[in-house]
């Protein structure tokens, strides 16, 4: 049987986007205060796993 | 890259499957060619494309001289001294050459995936690249002449090379003609990706920030999915997603709020009736200029709220100023005191002596700046302080 393969990078990211969109959708509920002391290191974190997710895996 | 291909008889490789060749006739005894070897047919070469590769035997730094030398057949010193020109002449010599660098695959690898520690270094190269990239632009002048006139186009190039290494997952063949056309749908999908990303930033400031969110959760859950089902597709999911979730994220931190409308504003009450509790602004300048409205003794409370701009209240000297003032990013300056940065809190709480006015200030600003003093045309160091505080 033919297994199908996953792609790592696309999975990351939407782990990292899902992540990041919780927490832009408790800003906008008031839930929290979003600031950029917040914000700029969650940023960071999305970009780069998913850079290092396209980096570290191979497309064959 | 040379496919291995199965031996087969050099005639079998020249003929036409469908046409097969005529037997030679059995040769007799009598043949006097008999003992004659049969004579190898013309062959043409096979063509195969040139590769651009960079150099292991003859190397400066990387090989990419050498090996765009060895591409053209021509000398590398050549391209060596075009490249330094580049360099002094422009700059662009300098991304060109580890966008070279990023792409281009070493002698002997193929122009196949590069293996895991190799992309893992040009990823790494690539993120410190562009870390080292924002923290030099800003500090530079213009010590390259023009030079820096050149570098945009490079980093353009290198963004486009980047997102379209992200979004395929691919590296180019070592074809030139293949990187340029890398580059090209890269910087498409760069653009497309900063339109979107300024509908994004546009939409939540205008109160869609809700909506935004939403969309980031289903473009995330989208991509889980998509990386069972078709994980091809959903690669190229990644960067707009990307370009959407950034930018709303920014607004939101900075707390833009573009409802106000925006363009340039100027208020100058008359009285001290006129003087609202309320001014705001989307994006641009806005003035609250009080020194025709004769303020009555007391407190005056003023809400100032401006998203992406700037904003200034002007004051007459007999007026004492107390005011709270939170920023995204950008700066403050209150009479001589001035401050800035990130995620701005800047308190001057003070009191008027009996009889005299005493505006409270509320102001939010997302990005931009916040200026208290009381003539507009005055620089920093000539303006009067906040003196008529007790």
Same mark, same amino acid.
């Given at each position: 049987?033919?297994?199908?393969?996953?792609?790592?990078?696309?999975?990351?990211?939407?782990?990292?986007?899902?992540?990041?969109?919780?927490?832009?959708?408790?800003?906008?509920?008031?839930?929290?205060?979003?600031?950029?002391?917040?914000?700029?290191?969650?940023?960071?974190?999305?970009?780069?796993?998913?850079?290092?997710?396209?980096?570290?895996?191979?497309?064959? | 890259?040379?496919?291995?291909?199965?031996?087969?008889?050099?005639?079998?490789?020249?003929?036409?499957?469908?046409?097969?060749?005529?037997?030679?006739?059995?040769?007799?005894?009598?043949?006097?060619?008999?003992?004659?070897?049969?004579?190898?047919?013309?062959?043409?070469?096979?063509?195969?494309?040139?590769?651009?590769?960079?150099?292991?035997?003859?190397?400066? &730094?990387?090989?990419?001289?050498?090996?765009?030398?060895?591409?053209?057949?021509?000398?590398?010193?050549?391209?060596?001294?075009?490249?330094?020109?580049? @360099?002094?002449?422009?700059?662009?010599? +300098?991304?060109?050459? &580890?966008?070279?660098?990023?792409?281009?695959?070493?002698?002997?690898?193929?122009?196949?995936?590069?293996?895991?520690?190799?992309?893992?270094?040009?990823?790494?190269?690539? $993120?410190?690249?562009?870390?080292? $990239?924002?923290?030099?632009?800003?500090?530079?002048?213009?010590?390259?002449?023009?030079?820096?006139?050149?570098?945009?186009?490079?980093?353009?190039?290198?963004?486009?090379?980047?997102?379209?290494?992200?979004?395929?997952?691919?590296?180019?063949?070592?074809?030139?003609?293949?990187?340029?056309?890398?580059?090209?749908?890269?910087?498409? &999908?760069?653009?497309?990706?900063?339109?979107?990303?300024?509908?994004?930033?546009?939409?939540?400031?205008?109160?869609?920030?809700?909506?935004?969110?939403?969309?980031?959760?289903?473009?995330?859950?989208?991509? @889980?999915?998509?990386?069972?089902?078709?994980?091809?597709?959903?690669?190229?999911?990644?960067?707009?997603?990307?370009?959407?979730?950034?930018?709303?994220?920014?607004?939101?931190?900075?707390?833009?709020?573009?409802?106000?409308?925006?363009?340039?504003?100027?208020?100058?009450?008359?009285?001290?009736?006129?003087?609202?509790?309320?001014?705001?602004?989307?994006?641009?300048?806005?003035?609250?200029?009080?020194?025709?409205?004769?303020?009555?003794?007391?407190?005056?409370? &003023?809400?100032?709220?401006?998203? *992406?701009?700037?904003?200034?209240? +002007?004051?007459?000297?007999?007026?004492?100023?107390?005011?709270?003032?939170?920023?995204?990013?950008?700066?403050?300056?209150?009479?001589?005191?001035?401050?800035?940065? *990130?995620?701005?809190?800047?308190?001057?709480?003070?009191?008027?002596?009996?009889?005299?006015?005493?505006?409270?200030?509320?102001?939010?600003?997302? $990005?931009?700046?916040?200026?208290?003093?009381?003539?507009?045309?005055?620089?920093?160091?000539?303006?009067?302080?906040?003196?008529?505080?007790?």
């Amino acid at each position: 049987m033919r297994v199908k393969r996953v792609d790592l990078t696309a999975l990351i990211a939407g782990v990292g986007l899902l992540v990041f969109g919780g927490v832009l959708l408790a800003d906008a509920l008031s839930a929290i205060h979003l600031t950029f002391a917040a914000y700029a290191p969650l940023a960071c974190f999305l970009v780069g796993d998913v850079l290092l997710a396209a980096g570290l895996t191979r497309r064959d | 890259m040379v496919r291995d291909r199965p031996a087969v008889d050099p005639l079998l490789t020249m003929t036409d499957d469908t046409n097969p060749p005529e037997k030679p006739p059995e040769p007799g005894p009598e043949d006097p060619t008999r003992e004659q070897p049969v004579p190898e047919p013309p062959t043409t070469p096979h063509e195969e494309p040139r590769r651009l590769y960079r150099s292991r035997s003859d190397k400066v &730094i990387a090989g990419v001289c050498s090996g765009i030398a060895n591409y053209f057949r021509i000398d590398p010193v050549i391209v060596r001294v075009l490249a330094v020109a580049l @360099i002094f002449l422009g700059g662009a010599g +300098v991304f060109a050459y &580890i966008a070279a660098w990023l792409l281009m695959p070493n002698e002997g690898e193929g122009g196949g995936p590069a293996e895991g520690p190799s992309r893992a270094l040009t990823v790494a190269g690539a $993120i410190v690249l562009i870390i080292a $990239i924002a923290i030099a632009f800003p500090f530079h002048g213009n010590w390259w002449g023009g030079g820096w006139s050149f570098v945009p186009l490079g980093v353009i190039a290198l963004a486009g090379l980047l997102v379209w290494r992200v979004a395929s997952g691919e590296r180019p063949q070592g074809d030139a003609r293949a990187i340029v056309r890398a580059i090209g749908l890269g910087v498409a &999908i760069l653009a497309g990706c900063i339109l979107l990303a300024f509908g994004a930033a546009w939409a939540a400031a205008a109160g869609g920030n809700g909506v935004v969110a939403g969309f980031v959760v289903a473009a995330g859950l989208a991509l @889980i999915v998509g990386a069972f089902v078709s994980p091809r597709a959903a690669r190229w999911m990644i960067v707009p997603a990307l370009a959407v979730a950034l930018p709303a994220g920014a607004v939101a931190a900075a707390n833009i709020d573009v409802k106000g409308g925006y363009g340039d504003r100027t208020y100058r009450p008359a009285t001290s009736a006129a003087v609202r509790d309320h001014y705001r602004l989307g994006a641009g300048k806005l003035v609250v200029d009080l020194r025709a409205a004769h303020l009555t003794p007391g407190d005056h409370a &003023i809400k100032l709220d401006v998203g *992406v701009g700037e904003a200034q209240l +002007v004051v007459p000297p007999n007026v004492c100023v107390s005011s709270d003032t939170h920023l995204g990013i950008g700066g403050v300056q209150v009479f001589k005191r001035d401050t800035g940065g *990130v995620d701005v809190d800047h308190q001057d709480e003070r009191f008027a002596p009996p009889g005299t006015p005493r505006v409270v200030v509320d102001a939010n600003i997302g $990005i931009g700046a916040f200026t208290i003093h009381h003539r507009p045309d005055q620089g920093w160091r000539r303006t009067l302080g906040n003196l008529a505080c007790a």
